[in-house]
């Protein structure tokens, strides 16, 4: 079945140690997303890429990068993790960026910062 | 600014209907969408309108109202497992995501 693959599901971290989250769909789609979500809050475009063009929201920390090697795959890398990036990270996929075009989105990775 | 409002959590009896409501304010439209997240879970793609009125499919439908920046997500027949949070979503004019905060439905025996 074709699907967005996120791993680790769960990652523990120590503060400021960096950490890398990965994720790869075998949907060949042309756009990916990160986003960052927190308890009973709406999920946070944090990144996107289209193709290989990188977006980044203005509001999107430095600390936070991220790495699109290929279609298939996309990282997020958090540099200095602190107490405050403990959240969902969700990775998404989309065909490509018209309005009809909805997301899939991966299981997610749940970020624990001690 | 821009913003998707939901009410924040409903309560509902298996095998009633329920109605859970969206109104946004955006920079432009192209389309509002529902997706449906299990605690824990990833969000699962629902439904999507561009066009006004009612979008059927199986126990759920989806109406929208352009005009009245309105939306609404009709359950029918709720079983248990539909308790989850239902996040209402707009794309606005450079096709970006806008999510609203979600509704807690839960339902009670």
């Known amino acids: 079945d074709a699907m967005v693959i996120q791993n680790p599901r769960y990652q523990v971290t120590q503060f400021g140690k960096p950490v890398t989250l990965s994720c790869s769909q075998t949907l060949n789609h042309n756009v990916m997303y990160w986003y960052q979500q927190k308890s009973s809050q709406a999920p946070k475009l944090l990144f996107h890429?289209?193709?290989?063009?990188?977006?980044n929201e203005a509001d999107t920390p430095d600390n936070f990068q991220s790495r699109r090697p290929n279609t298939s795959f996309c990282f997020l890398d958090i540099r200095s993790p602190g107490l405050g990036d403990a959240a969902m990270y969700l990775c998404a996929t989309s065909r490509d960026a018209t309005g009809g075009s909805e997301q899939f989105f991966g299981p997610g990775t749940r970020l624990t910062v001690l | 600014g821009q913003n998707i409002d939901q009410p924040t959590e409903m309560t509902a009896t298996e095998g009633a209907i329920v109605q859970i409501n969206c109104t946004y304010q955006?920079?432009?439209?192209?389309?509002l969408f529902w997706y449906q997240q299990h605690a824990g879970e990833a969000p699962t793609f629902l439904s999507y309108?561009?066009l006004d009125g009612l979008e059927e499919k199986g126990r759920f439908s989806s109406f929208l109202s352009r005009s009245k920046g309105y939306s609404y997500l009709l359950l029918k027949e709720l079983q248990m497992k539909d308790s989850a949070s239902y996040l209402c979503?707009?794309?606005?004019?450079?096709?970006?995501?806008?999510w609203g905060a979600g509704t807690k439905l839960i339902i009670k025996p």
């Open positions: 309108n561009v």
């Open positions: 890429y289209y193709d290989k063009d990188f977006n």
């Open positions: 955006t920079s432009g439209f192209n389309g």
């Open positions: 979503a707009v794309k606005d004019s450079n096709y970006q995501l806008i």
